[in-house]
């Protein structure tokens, strides 16, 4: 089950999200379950939304599912500010460099990144991020719908 997750990080997050005056969305139909790493798909969720949510004010964060031909689609959205095109770049081939561990990239990416990494590696999944049309992020998990998904 995929929503539950969800609406429990909403409550664990909603202090934040209230902070920040977003609207979190969760638009994945009650429906939908996966067979797959809870704990890990949490994680992942959890700092996908958490970064939303910090550069993201007065916006809305949406969470949606798909289903594709040979995967399952998770995408988190926001309307906040948006990353600039070489940390998606970095993001996107899973070469996250931080040469100044002081830096605000460091501080708001990095760590969360890297252990989004490590949960895609338990859950055989990919991520991709892409802008946000008209601003903002989306960031979306590609889980393959295979039996050995963790």
Do not use: W
Request: charged share 15%.
């Amino acid at each position: 089950m995929i929503r539950r997750p969800i609406n429990e990080l909403h409550q664990f997050l909603g202090i934040g999200i209230g902070i920040q005056k977003n609207v979190l969305n969760n638009l994945i139909s009650p429906d939908i379950f996966l067979n797959i790493n809870k704990d890990a798909l949490t994680i992942i969720l959890t700092n996908l939304i958490s970064n939303s949510n910090r550069f993201s004010k007065n916006g809305e964060i949406s969470i949606r599912y798909q289903l594709a031909e040979s995967c399952h689609l998770i995408s988190v959205s926001d309307t906040g500010v948006g990353m600039d095109i070489q940390l998606m770049e970095q993001i996107n081939q899973r070469n996250l460099q931080i040469t100044n561990r002081n830096s605000i990239t460091h501080k708001s990416y990095g760590i969360g990144y890297n252990l989004i990494f490590k949960m895609l590696e338990v859950l055989n999944a990919d991520l991709v991020v892409f802008r946000n049309q008209p601003f903002g992020t989306v960031v979306q998990i590609s889980i393959p719908s295979t039996p050995e998904v963790g």
